[in-house]
């Protein structure tokens, strides 16, 4: 999915005319067949859609329709409209973390997780009022301007992240000796009352939640845009994973995957 940064926070201000956008917004129900969802502030249709379960990881991932993780500019947000940041507000509203890679959150340029008000009013029954953002770093450098209240450092033992200081001190979560143990990653995270997790990624380690069968629901977005050449790719749905819904919406092919437990 594409991240929100603080430049998507006013998106009416691209200067798209307001009919167009919703109408790019709609969502309509491809399998199981089903009645369109057109924009809604609280987003209460998709929220039941994508009812997220303590105990359950969910990874959220959009790729280009050549399976690339960036479009024209480099990042994932040339390949992102207004249906895919539909689905995206929609899944961080019912999580209780964002966990990504500390070079995809650098790239994308991360931000706190801002959720528009009426997401944000949803979430009364979640233990924090926003999700909070776990990112996986070795080197601690993070993106600027994050609240360490609401940011967790995960990393290795003896890497520059595992020391650092300040208001950071008790927000670093070790999980490995020599190599980030994504069971224990998951593990950690739950302790913490955080037992809904969003992972966005990056493509690395996207990949390695899923080759540890780490996964239970798989949230893929296709937009028909060539990806950038030098993009990694985005991994493939394990053949083990079946298909709980498709929508569309713009020119996005909008997918949730269930594991088989």
């Not at 057109?38 to 790729?63: F, K, N, W």
């Not at 493509?203 to 060539?226: F, H, I, K, N, Q």
Request: charged share 25%; proline share 7%.
């Amino acid at each position: 999915m594409t991240p929100q940064t603080t430049d998507e926070k006013s998106r009416s201000g691209t200067g798209e005319p307001v009919g167009q956008a919703s109408t790019e917004a709609t969502l309509r129900r491809v399998s199981p067949p089903g009645e369109d969802i057109p924009p809604d502030d609280s987003e209460q249709a998709l929220r039941a859609l994508y009812a997220h379960r303590p105990g359950v990881l969910r990874l959220g991932m959009i790729r280009s329709r050549d399976g690339r993780a960036a479009g024209p500019d480099g990042s994932s947000r040339s390949l992102g409209g207004p249906a895919d940041l539909r689905v995206l507000h929609t899944l961080r509203s019912v999580a209780d973390v964002v966990l990504v890679g500390a070079q995809t959150a650098r790239r994308e340029r991360y931000s706190d997780i801002a959720l528009p008000d009426a997401l944000a009013a949803a979430r009364s029954s979640l233990r924090y009022r926003q999700p909070h953002l776990a990112i996986v770093t070795r080197s601690g450098i993070l993106p600027p301007g994050l609240d360490p209240s609401t940011t967790w450092v995960v990393t290795v033992a003896g890497s520059r992240a595992a020391a650092l200081g300040g208001p950071w001190a008790s927000r670093v979560i070790e999980v490995g000796g020599t190599d980030i143990s994504p069971r224990t990653l998951v593990r950690e995270l739950n302790s913490r009352g955080l037992t809904r997790v969003l992972c966005e990624g990056g493509p690395t380690l996207a990949t390695r939640m899923l080759s540890r069968g780490l996964v239970d629901e798989y949230c893929l977005t296709t937009a028909d845009v060539e990806g950038a050449e030098t993009a990694k790719q985005i991994p493939e749905v394990p053949a083990a994973m079946k298909l709980a819904h498709q929508l569309s919406g713009g020119e996005f092919t909008i997918e949730r995957w269930t594991a088989s437990r």
